[in-house]
């Protein structure tokens, strides 16, 4: 099982910045494909970024161009750096983590608890 910590959630005005960090452990983090989602009220958690093992990334379209995820596996983190914040970008934002389990086929996702991002205009 993989425990996932966010950090760095508040509230800013459009246009600013902030970074969230989530920090791993009960895994090889190395390994871990990691991902950021969203959910605003109301709506359904969607995927924001997503980095694999290897470092490839992909982004949902409304954020490409703004925000960047990032891993440091010395440090077990992932980052998400967002950037040119709107309005439209408040939700609690998750960290999951895609990860093999010894003996067992697939790949199995632990969620953390979320932190709130909230972008006023």
């Known amino acids: 099982q993989v425990q996932l910590v966010e950090s760095g959630g508040g509230l800013v005005q459009a246009g600013g910045s902030l970074r969230l960090s989530c920090a791993a452990s009960?895994?090889?983090?190395?390994?871990?494909?990691m991902g950021w989602y969203r959910q605003a009220p109301g709506k359904q958690r969607e995927l924001v970024a997503y980095i694999g093992s290897t470092g490839s990334t992909r982004y949902a379209d409304s954020v490409k161009g703004r925000f960047t995820i990032s891993r440091d596996n010395a440090k077990n983190t992932v980052y998400l750096q967002m950037n040119s914040l709107k309005p439209e970008d408040t939700a609690v934002y998750y960290c999951?983590?895609?990860?093999?389990?010894?003996?067992?086929?697939?790949?199995?996702?632990?969620w953390g608890q979320g932190t709130q991002v909230t972008v006023s205009s």
């Open positions: 009960g895994s090889i983090f190395s390994n871990n494909a």
């Open positions: 999951a983590a895609d990860y093999k389990r010894p003996g067992v086929a697939g790949l199995a996702r632990s």
